[in-house]
């Protein structure tokens, strides 16, 4: 059984900043991906970012050059720093990995982004 635990949301205006932070109960060094996803009201859960074991990354082109997306092997760690926010990016955000065949989900921190 992994765990995945977000912390960091809250409540920014346009153009603020907020970091949310994924912690792992499991080592996240030999763990191929490990993600983050986000689900407006209403609305699907989407892809936002991707961070690989050897640190590779890749996201959505709405948030590209804008959110960067940072793991800490040593603290099980996995970062979203998101930067210029915008409204639209209000939604629960969730972190989510696959372990031997099995995957997982934290329980989601909520971002708003409003003035």
């Known amino acids: 059984q992994v765990q995945l635990v977000e912390s960091g949301g809250g409540l920014v205006q346009p153009g603020g900043s907020l970091r949310l932070s994924c912690t792992v109960s499991?080592?996240?060094?030999?763990?191929?991906?490990i993600n983050w996803y986000r689900q407006a009201p209403g609305k699907q859960r989407d892809f936002v970012a991707t961070?690989?074991?050897?640190?590779?990354?890749h996201y959505v082109d709405s948030v590209k050059g804008r959110f960067t997306i940072s793991k800490d092997n040593a603290k099980n760690t996995v970062d979203l720093q998101m930067n210029s926010l915008q409204p639209e990016d209000t939604a629960v955000y969730y972190c989510?990995?696959?372990?031997?065949?099995?995957?997982?989900w934290g329980q989601g921190t909520q971002v708003t982004v409003s003035s």
């Open positions: 499991i080592s996240i060094s030999s763990i191929y991906a």
């Open positions: 961070i690989t074991n050897v640190g590779g990354t």
């Open positions: 989510n990995t696959r372990v031997e065949g099995a995957q997982y």
